[in-house]
């Protein structure tokens, strides 16, 4: 299989992000999988054993320098080695939510934390991989209507939606650095999906919500680089 299909998901211990492996390798990519803990990763580990050499999984604390360097360094080690891998589709999955937040109790390290892996982390990722990324490459940023300033009609999950709406610019930052060499870089909104995240309550089945992020991906040109996409390819406000 050609290094242009290329995936790299991270976040994929789970939810949408396990759900984005499993697509992708039903759609015969070759997937490059990022978990916290590879070894606890059963789910990911069970799909790499029905995919041989089709599914990597890597170790990636997104929010954490020395794992992004270390991400880095073993990516040529897993695709090939023979020459810079070429990344077709970054899925920036990973993120974190922090619920129950009230106004005057909202701690600090929440804060840290929520910018750290949903904006923080996601942005130094892609400044640092973008050597490895294939010129015309889609990157998608899983973003949430949370963070759409516009869209903001109460007080609630305050880390998170600072967080999202920071991240919201870094696409639109890297979306003009990556320009150039054709990439394409989206925010997206999943829906409100059924995940540890989300709650069992939420509207989207993951399958359903990670199948039309895929579409929407697809359909992806280049004049869309920059812009706010929920899943079913409207357009949010910032
Ligand atoms: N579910 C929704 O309704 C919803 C709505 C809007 C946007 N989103 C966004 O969609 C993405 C996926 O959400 P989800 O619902 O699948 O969430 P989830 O079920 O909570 O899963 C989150 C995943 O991110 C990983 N993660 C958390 N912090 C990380 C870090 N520092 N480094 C690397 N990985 C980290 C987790 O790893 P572990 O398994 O190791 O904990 C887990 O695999 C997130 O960016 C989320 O903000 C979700």
Redesign the pocket.
Known sequence: MSHDTLALV????????LEFVRQLLAAGRRVVA????PGRATDLNTLAGEHPGRLHVLP?????ARSRAELLRELPLVTGGDGAPRIALLVN?????HSGERFGAVPEANLEDSLR??AI?PFLLVQALAPLLADGARVAN?????GSIGRVSRFGTPS?AIS?AAQNMATAQLAQALAPRGIVLVAL?????Q????GAG?DVA?TDAAAGLLRVIAGLEAGDSGRFLDWQGEPLPW
């Open positions: 991270t976040g994929a211990n789970r939810g949408l992000g990022t978990a916290r803990q990636l604390d997104v929010a954490d999955n990973a993120g974190v939510l892996t949903n982390g899983l973003s949430s209507q949370l998170y999202k909104h999943p829906g409100w999906v995940t540890d995240m989300g939420a993951a």
